[in-house]
C-alpha cells in the first residue's frame, strides 16, 4: 500500500490547538550551513558580502505597473472556471458509489461528516459517513447510514426487485443476500456470495404479487473482470406465490456469460428464488475446491425484450464550486429538481426537492442505520420516530476499545404530510405529497462519532428540530460564502483545461475532508460506505497518510495540514513505548545484535497502519513495521513543512520542535557510528526490504535534524544538543547512487540485502526520489550537476503512471527542473486515463492521497528553494500562465504572471517579516520595487537575486522597469 511494504526537551508537550497566526517575533541568525540552506527560519541577513544597497532602477514609484488582480476581479475570473469544473452523470447506475475504497460518484464535505451520492433508478439516496466515526473493535472507520427519497409509485421501467427481501442458503460475511437486490452494483462491487459448497439458493420476497417477464443476473466477472471463472454454470429461476412452493420457469445450463438475461412467459409472483446447481465455472483451482455461489445484482422487469427500458431523463452535477450537488431525476411519473448541501460548519445535510410537474407527487423520505447493502454483524443498528423527526443511530462493535455512536435525524419542511413517519427494522420512513411547483426540504442533522458518546440521537434530533426554512437559508449562504473564501485562498490560472480539470477538484476534495479541530482524513477520505474498507481505511505513515498534505502549504491553505498534525502527536505515548519496547519486530536479527533490551532508550517508533486517538491500525498486516523505521521521518516532514510556509513559532514551540526533537532521539540510537566517525543507517526503503543508508531515510533524517537545530535556536532552548546534531548531519553519507545505462541516478541505497538486492527499480515507486520532496534536500537552486541525476532518475524510473507514484513523481520531476512540457504531457497522459466521473484521480488501492500533486502544479509555477523563490521555474516558455496568493517558505504569498514568455510582475505579501530573496526574473533587466502605496523600496541584488528586507504584513511589488 505504502512503501510497498525517554526523556523530552526542555519544551513543554502541549496537545491544545495553536493559533493559526504565524509569530511577528523576528528570528537570530543561524550557526549552521544546513540551516541556512533549508530556510526553516524566518530571516535572512540583507548585508551581502559584495552587494550593495540599491534604488529601484529607471522609474519612480508612481508610474504604472502591473500588479495581481484584485480580490473581486480574482473572483470574477475564478468563479465561472469553477462552475465549469464539475462532475456528471447521466444514468442512475451509481457506479463506484458503494465500494471499499474512495467513492467515485458526488461527494460532500466539511471536514467532518463526508456524503456519498447513490442510488438506483427513480430513488436518490446519500449515504452518510463521518470522521471520527470509527470502530475501536478493531479501529477502522464505517459509515453511519444515510437518507433517500423516491416515490410511492412504481417507475415506468422499474426494477421490481430492487430493496426486495433477500434470504440466502448461506452468506461469507459481509456479503450479505441483501446486496443482490440495492441497486448498487458498478465496476468493483461485489453482491451476495455464499459460503463454500454447492447447491446453494438465494430468495427474494417482492411484498406483494407482481408481474415479472424478464430477469437478469449479473455475475462476478461483470464487475470484476478476471474472474469468469466464478460465474454462474447452472441454475434454475423459480417463482412461489407462498414462499415454500416452486415453480422452475426458465433453466440455465452451461453458461459462460458475465450477464444471464432472459425474457420470459409474465408470471404473477411474489416470491423469486434462485436455485443454483453449479455456482461455479470449475475452471480454476479455487473456483473447483473452493465453489461458492456470487450473484452481483439481480434484476427484475414487467416487461421482456432484453434490454432495459429507456429511462427517464437523468442528470446529475456535482458542483465544487459551492459544494453542491443538483439532481434532475423523474419519480412517480413526475419531474423533480433536487439541490443537496452540506453546511459548511455544522452537521446540516439538506436536499431540496422541487416539483417541475403538472400534478401533485406522493414522495417517500427515510432514514437508515448502517451500511448499504449488509454491513458487519456486530454493529447495532436501530431507528425510530420522534414526533415528525425520524432517526436512525448506529453503534460500532463492543471491545476492548472504545465503542462509537453515530446518529442521523431528518425532518421534511414543506409539502404535505399524508401519515405519521414509521419504522422498519433499522429505517425510518414518512410519506408527504409535493404541490406541483413547490419545494419541500429534507433536512437531516449528523450527531455523536468519536469514543463512547452518550445518546448521539437525542443530540441528532435537538438539532434538527431547531431548524426552520430560515435558518437552512442561513447556513446555506453561509456555505456559499465558506467556499468562496476557500477559493480565495489561492488560484492558478494555466491556459490548459486539462490540468485545471486535475487542480481543483483535488483542492476541492482536501478541502472537503479535512478541517481544524477535526480527525485527519484516512486513506479514503471522509467517505466511507462499507464496513470493510481496503487496509482498513486507516492511516498509512510511510508517505499515504501524510500524502494529501503536499500540496496544502504551497497553496495557501496549511490550516487544513492541522488534523494530521494531532493524529500524529496522539500517537506520541505509544509510539515512545514501542521504540523501548517494540523495536525488535523491525528485524529482529539486526535488533538482536544491537539493542540486546529489544529498545532504545528514548525516541518515537510508529508501525506502518495507525487509527485515531492513540490507537493502532485495526489490520494485523499494518501493525508491523515491514523493516521500516521511517515512519516518524515521514510524520515529521509535515510539521516542516507547515512551520517553514507559516513561521508560525506558537506551532513550533508545543507541538513542531518537541516532536523533532522525539524523531531525533531515535537516530541517535539507531544510527551506527563508524570508526572515521561518519554514521550509517539501515533501513527499508521498500517494505519488507534492507538496505543501507536507505536513500528516504537519509533524505528526510538530514531534514529533520536541519529543522530541529534551527527551532533549537529560534527559541533558544537545548543549545547543547545543537553540536550532537550538527556532527550528524556533518557525517551523514550523501545521497547513495548507482550507474544505470551509462547515466548516474539516484538508488534505493548503497546496498541491499535479502532476495532482492536492486538498488534501482524502474517502473516501481519513486522512493528513491523522496529525498527531493517530501525531504526538500534538491530544488531549482541546487547544484546543477545534482539536478541533472535527478532528472536521469526520473527518467530511469518512468513511473509516471505508477500508482504509490502519483502524488510525488511529478512533484519530485519539477523540483528537479525536468523539461516543462514533457512532465505536463506525461501528467496529462495519467489524468486522461484514470479521472473518474467525480473527477477524482483512481486506482484500485489509494484515495484522498492523489490531492497532494497538487504541488507539482505549484511547484512548476514557483519554488523557494535555499532560501530563493524562483517564479515559473519548471513551466514551458511559450506557454502563458498565472497564479495568485501561492504561499512559499518564510511565510511569503506570492502572485504572479507570465505572458508571451515575459513575466509581467510579482507580488509578494510578507506575513512575519524577514528577508525576501526573489530570483531576478528579468535576468539583467531593470526592474523596480515599491510597497502598496507606491513607495520606492531598498533592495540589493547579490547573485542576480532581488534582496529585500520585509515588514510583517506589506505587499511589495516588483515590476520590470
Known sequence: MGQERTTWSAIPWRSRTTRRHPSRSSHPSRSSRYAAILAFTVAIPLAVPGGALAAPTGVGGTAAVADAPSPTAQWDALRPKLAGIKGVWTNQSYPGSVQNTMPDTALLGNGDVGVTSGGSTGVKSFYVSKGDFWSGNPARPAPIGGVTIQGTTPQNN??????????????????????????????????????????????????????????????????????????????????????????????????????????????????????????????????????????????????????????????????????????????????????TWLAAEKNVLVTSVTSTGTQPVQLQASTFAGAV????????????????????????????????????????????????????????RTVFTLPAGQTAHLVTSIAGGGRNPVAPRDSAVSLVRAENTGSIGTLDTQRVAWWKNYWMRSGVNLNDAALERFYYPAQYFIGASSRQGRIAPGLFGIWTTTDSPQFNGDYHLNYNAQAPFYGVYSSNRPELALPFHELILGYVPEAQRRAKQDLRRVKPDYVDRRFPSGGVPSGVLYPVGIGPFGSTSGSTTDDQYHQQVSNSLFSATQFISYYEYTQDVEFLRTKGYPFLTQVAQFFEHWLERNANGTYTLWGGPHEGTWGRNSS???????????????????????????????????????????????????????????????????????????????????????????????????????????????????????????????????????????????????????????????????????????????LFPTWPTTKDASFYQLRQKGAFVVSSSKKAGRVEYADVRSEAGGTLRLRNPWGGGAFRVTDANGNTVPYTTPGGVITVQTTAGQTYHVNPA
Do not use: C
Open 158 to 339: 422499474a426494477n421490481l426487485a430492487l430493496g426486495a427481501t433477500a434470504t440466502a442458503s448461506s452468506t461469507t460475511d459481509p456479503f450479505a443476500p441483501s446486496r443482490a437486490v440495492n441497486g448498487q452494483w458498478g465496476s468493483g462491487y461485489e453482491g451476495w456470495v455464499s459460503a463454500i459448497g454447492k447447491p446453494q439458493w438465494i430468495t427474494l420476497d417482492l411484498g406483494s404479487v407482481k408481474s415479472v417477464a424478464r430477469y437478469v443476473v449479473r455475475n462476478d466477472n461483470a464487475a470484476r473482470p478476471g474472474n469468469a471463472s466464478f460465474n454462474t454454470k447452472n441454475m434454475t429461476f423459480q417463482t412461489s406465490t407462498n414462499g415454500s412452493s416452486w415453480n422452475t420457469v426458465n433453466t440455465v445450463t452451461d453458461n459462460t456469460a458475465d450477464v444471464i438475461d432472459r425474457t420470459i412467459t409474465a408470471v404473477q409472483t411474489r416470491y423469486i428464488r434462485l436455485n443454483i446447481t453449479e455456482p461455479t465455472q470449475s475452471t480454476t483451482p479455487d473456483s473447483t475446491d473452493n465453489p461458492r455461489a456470487r450473484i452481483g445484482q439481480i434484476e427484475l422487469y414487467a416487461s421482456g425484450g432484453g434490454t432495459t427500458p429507456p429511462a427517464e431523463p437523468f442528470r446529475e452535477e456535482q458542483h465544487i464550486v459551492d459544494g453542491s450537488i443538483t439532481t434532475s431525476v423523474s419519480m412517480g411519473g413526475t419531474p423533480l429538481s433536487m439541490r
Open 373 to 428: 447493502g449488509g454491513g458487519n454483524a456486530s454493529y447495532a443498528n436501530s431507528a425510530g420516530v420522534n414526533g415528525q423527526v425520524m432517526w436512525a443511530e448506529r453503534a460500532t462493535a463492543p471491545g476492548a476499545n472504545w465503542v462509537s455512536r453515530g446518529a442521523l435525524a431528518s425532518t421534511v419542511l414543506g409539502g404535505t404530510a399524508v401519515q405519521p413517519p414509521t419504522v422498519s427494522g433499522p429505517t425510518a
Open 696 to 870: 528516504p531515510d537519509i533524505g528526510m533524517l538530514k531534514q529533520v535534524l536541519t529543522a530541529a537545530i534551527a527551532g533549537s535556536e529560534r527559541l533558544g532552548v537545548d543549545a547543547a544538543k545543537r553540536p550532537v546534531w550538527q556532527n550528524i548531519l556533518n557525517n551523514l553519507p550523501a545521497q547513495p547512487t548507482t550507474v544505470l545505462g551509462g547515466r548516474t541516478v539516484y538508488s534505493l541505497a548503497e546496498t541491499m540485502e535479502g532476495s532482492d538486492t536492486r538498488v534501482i527499480r524502474p517502473g516501481d515507486n519513486t522512493i528513491n526520489l523522496e529525498f527531493v520532496q517530501p525531504a526538500d534536500q534538491l530544488g531549482v537552486n541546487s547544484d546543477a550537476g545534482q539536478l541533472q541525476v535527478a532528472r536521469d532518475t526520473v527518467d530511469a524510473m518512468n513511473s509516471w503512471d505508477q500508482h504509490n507514484s502519483f502524488p510525488k513523481i511529478f512533484t519530485q520531476a519539477a523540483r528537479a527542473g525536468y523539461p516543462a512540457q514533457a512532465l505536463i504531457d506525461r501528467l496529462k497522459s495519467v489524468l486522461s486515463a484514470r479521472t473518474a466521473a467525480n473527477l477524482r484521480i483512481t486506482d484500485p488501492n489509494h484515495g484522498i492521497e492523489k490531492s497532494g500533486t497538487t504541488e507539482a502544479i505549484n511547484s512548476m509555477l514557483v519554488q523557494s528553494d535555499k532560501g530563493i523563490v524562483a
